[in-house]
């Protein structure tokens, strides 16, 4: 019996240790990052321009509210609350994307191949980038023209 418990044993520890690498990869699932792009929404936010993942822990959000405040959060990834804000008057430009255009260009990555996020970002020329890792969990790099939110280039690294 001894050595039965010596055999699981590195199974149990495996197992916990990928769970917990899983989690903590940088990466969300799109069920997961459409609950925090809707706390986002509730918070005001109506333009977007950057979305990334910091530490593993938090979603950093950069965009503006409907009345011109350009708002930079960070909120926890576990529960979406708030753990930081910046803000400041602004006008919202022409290239960044509505919250509409925003889960579009994320449904557009996802039928490229895009299974997990990690980053999004709009610049002013008008590309939309998003990066990820697909189902290989090889990371995907994904542009989109902004006008039509097309995919023009799909890279695996």
């Given at each position: 019996?001894?050595?039965?418990?010596?055999?699981?044993?590195?199974?149990?520890?495996?197992?916990?240790?990928?769970?917990?690498?899983?989690?903590?990869?940088?990466?969300?699932?799109?069920?997961?990052?459409?609950?925090?792009?809707?706390?986002?929404?509730?918070?005001?936010?109506?333009?977007?321009?950057?979305?990334?993942?910091?530490?593993?822990?938090?979603?950093?959000?950069?965009?503006?509210?409907?009345?011109?405040?350009?708002?930079?959060?960070?909120?926890?990834?576990?529960?979406?609350?708030?753990?930081?804000?910046?803000?400041?008057?602004?006008?919202?430009?022409?290239?960044?994307?509505?919250?509409?255009?925003?889960?579009?260009?994320?449904?557009?990555?996802?039928?490229?191949?895009m299974k997990r996020f990690s980053e999004l970002d709009v610049d002013e020329r008008g590309h939309v980038d998003i990066e990820g890792y697909d189902a290989q969990n090889s990371e995907i790099d994904i542009r989109l023209e902004h006008n039509d939110l097309?995919?023009?280039?799909?890279?695996?690294?």
């Amino acid at each position: 019996m001894k050595t039965m418990h010596m055999l699981m044993m590195p199974m149990v520890l495996t197992g916990g240790l990928s769970t917990a690498a899983l989690a903590d990869d940088g990466s969300l699932s799109p069920s997961e990052l459409e609950s925090l792009l809707n706390d986002a929404d509730a918070y005001g936010f109506t333009h977007y321009d950057e979305i990334a993942i910091d530490d593993g822990s938090r979603l950093e959000i950069e965009g503006w509210r409907d009345d011109g405040w350009q708002l930079d959060i960070d909120m926890l990834i576990e529960d979406g609350s708030l753990v930081h804000e910046k803000r400041h008057k602004d006008t919202i430009p022409d290239w960044s994307l509505t919250s509409d255009e925003l889960h579009q260009a994320l449904g557009n990555a996802q039928n490229a191949g895009m299974k997990r996020f990690s980053e999004l970002d709009v610049d002013e020329r008008g590309h939309v980038d998003i990066e990820g890792y697909d189902a290989q969990n090889s990371e995907i790099d994904i542009r989109l023209e902004h006008n039509d939110l097309t995919v023009t280039g799909v890279e695996h690294d």
